[in-house]
């Protein structure tokens, strides 16, 4: 299915979001929700540094949990509809609803060295090698 809306996007630029009609074509309130959202992994002195991206989220509704060398991050992304009863939406594209990612890296990690900072809707993690796999949640500061 994302196939087919990158092609048809590129097909017909704009016709399924400047079309007047693109109301029985487009769900009624945004966009389908993505299942993952993107990523860049590096490594730096024996720690492993993840950045991502999570624009309108709250850091209260993201989570990272360790498992070994799998690390998952998961938000709640919330949309909040203020409208008067004068007003009619037009167009709504922002959506509701739960992504998660799962990333498996060469070595275990360290939960207690292991750092996450949620600034600007990127979340960095700063995740160290360990000898040993502990499962765990990691806190966002």
């Known amino acids: 299915m994302n196939y087919l809306r990158k092609v048809s996007k590129n097909l017909f630029p704009g016709f399924f979001y400047e079309n007047p009609l693109s109301y029985l074509i487009n769900p009624l309130h945004g966009e389908a929700l993505q299942s993952d959202f993107p990523i860049d992994v590096k490594e730096r002195n024996g720690t492993y540094i993840v950045h991502a991206e999570l624009p309108g989220v709250n850091k209260e509704n993201v989570e990272v949990s360790i ?18 009863s004068d007003e009619k939406i037009i167009r709504s594209e922002r959506y509701i609803g739960a992504v998660s990612r799962m990333i498996c890296l060469p070595t275990p990690i360290d939960k207690k060295s292991s750092a ?26």
Do not use: Y
């Not at 996450?116 to 500061?141: D, P, Q, T, W, Y």
């Open 116 to 141: 996450a900072h949620f600034k600007n809707g990127v979340l960095e993690l700063l995740l160290s090698k360990a000898k040993s796999a502990n499962g765990s949640k990691l806190e966002i500061k």
């Open 67 to 84: 498992d070994g060398d799998c690390v998952t991050i998961s938000a709640d992304i919330e949309q909040f509809d203020q409208r008067s």
